[in-house]
């Protein structure tokens, strides 16, 4: 057992820290304070997962995997308003119930999501 400076001693193999008059019991992490730093690897290793999962950090690769999720989301939606679109006008034009410029901005809307999906970077 080592002793921090502040009246706590440490156990070496575990990291806890000890009051000084505890004579070997666990003191209890306050609210609003951090536990002692060696004690953080153990518990990722306690719970199967690594440090930065456990502190919840995101690494890069996730937020480019985020993204990538994202845009092929968005990517579908576009495609999915086009061919409803398309479906809409075909049909309603066959019920006789739709005019000429509505029909023709269904049209429109349907072409430009169609020409932003294109556009996207794959």
């Known amino acids: ?61 996730a937020h480019t995997e985020e993204k990538a999720e994202r845009g092929n989301i968005i990517s579908l939606i576009l495609r999915a308003v086009c061919i409803a679109m398309g479906i809409a ?6 019920l006789g119930e739709l005019d000429t410029n509505t029909a023709i901005t269904m049209s429109g809307i349907g072409v430009a999501c169609a020409g932003v999906s294109l556009l996207e970077k794959k």
């Open 89 to 94: 006008v075909t049909v309603l034009s066959i």
């Open 1 to 61: 057992m080592k002793t921090d400076g502040t009246g706590h001693s440490c156990d070496n193999k575990t990291g806890v820290k000890n009051s000084a008059g505890d004579a070997g019991r666990l003191s209890v992490i306050r609210p609003g304070t951090k536990p002692y730093v060696n004690t953080i690897p153990k518990l990722a290793d306690i719970f199967g997962m690594t440090t930065d999962e456990l502190m919840q950090i995101k690494t890069e690769s």
